[in-house]
């Protein structure tokens, strides 16, 4: 599952409505922002409607309060950009909507390689049951798992050396591993 473009919408919106920006809002500022946002949410919920049937997009809106929850332990959202994104979507998705997580970023980007360093610690059972601790399908898929499948990829366009590739084919079979759990619990239910 790729990072809808709504979601950087989505997150900047919150970022402005809750205060994150640099200059408060005037009344009538604030006002605007409610409104946008209203007919925001309201046409993007009709075109995915829409686009759903296709069965490639979606009908649901990334609920980035929930994102920037999950990433809040780890990576402060006073730390403005795409980093939290990461972090809490890959932790928040996960099991839920994918199998494992693979980060690709261009060479030397440093919010990429943040989220790199905090998911390589961070993608693990304890943390993702810590998202959700309430959920026993979760505690279920996750029993005897340590390591959830992550992989981050740096990239400068280039053709993926042989060591990427060996590290893709291991990921891959990683997370086929945790999507046959995942079906066996879907099915058990």
């Known amino acids: 599952m790729c990072a809808p473009v709504a979601e950087w919408v989505h997150y900047c919106n919150y970022m402005v409505a809750n205060g994150y920006n640099q200059t408060p809002l005037s009344a009538m500022q604030r006002f605007k922002l409610k409104l946008r946002n209203f007919f ?23 609920d980035v309060a929930a994102v920037i929850e999950n990433a809040r332990p780890h990576l402060s959202p006073d730390l403005q950009g795409e980093a939290v994104l990461t972090v809490g979507g890959s932790l928040t998705e996960i099991i839920h909507n994918a199998c494992g997580v693979i980060a690709i970023g261009p060479f030397g980007c440093m919010p990429n390689r943040l989220s790199e360093a905090i998911l390589s610690e961070t993608m693990t059972a304890r943390e993702k049951l810590a998202t959700d601790p309430t959920n026993s399908t979760l505690r279920a898929i996750l029993t005897d798992i340590d390591e959830l499948p992550f992989l981050a990829i740096e990239t400068d366009g280039s053709s993926f050396p042989q060591l990427i590739t060996a ?3 291991t990921f891959m079979l990683r997370a086929e591993r945790l999507h046959q759990r995942m079906q066996a619990a879907k099915d058990r239910s």
Not at 55 to 60: E, F, H, I, K, R
């Open 167 to 169: 590290k893709l084919e």
């Open 40 to 62: 925001q949410t309201r046409y993007e919920k009709q075109i995915k409607s829409i686009l759903a049937h296709s069965g490639l997009v979606p009908a649901t809106s990334p």
